[in-house]
């Protein structure tokens, strides 16, 4: 498994990520993912953004406006939108303590 490195928070629940932005752990669905076939690419600011804000930058403070989160799943690229409880908060660094919940 990928190691891990953010926290994306959304306005439900929480996405762990690896470096890359590969899902490790969605909260709000209590699903576990090796990191590898689903990652997230960024968050854009609003719907109609033509930028994608990295990972890094959202985490180091970059302001993502209204969340709209991309993602890569199995090849294909989505824009999150609905339901809108999907959309990031903010996106943090994960803390050397933080463990993701045993399955």
Do not use: C
């Not at 669905?29 to 890094?56: C, F, M, Q, V």
């Not at 999150?80 to 463990?99: F, H, L, N, Q």
């Amino acid at each position: 498994m990928s190691k891990l490195k953010y926290i994306l928070h959304t306005h439900r629940g929480y996405f762990a990520l690896a470096a890359d932005g590969g899902i490790l752990y969605d909260s709000d669905r209590n699903y576990y993912s090796d990191g590898i076939g689903w990652k997230i690419l960024g968050i854009a600011t609003r719907h109609n953004s033509s930028y994608i804000i990295p990972l890094e930058e959202a985490a180091n403070g970059a302001n993502i406006g209204q969340g709209w989160i991309h993602d890569l799943d199995h090849g294909t690229h989505r824009m999150w939108g609905s339901p809108s409880y999907r959309r990031a908060v903010k996106v943090v660094i994960a803390s050397p303590d933080y463990r993701i919940p045993e399955a």
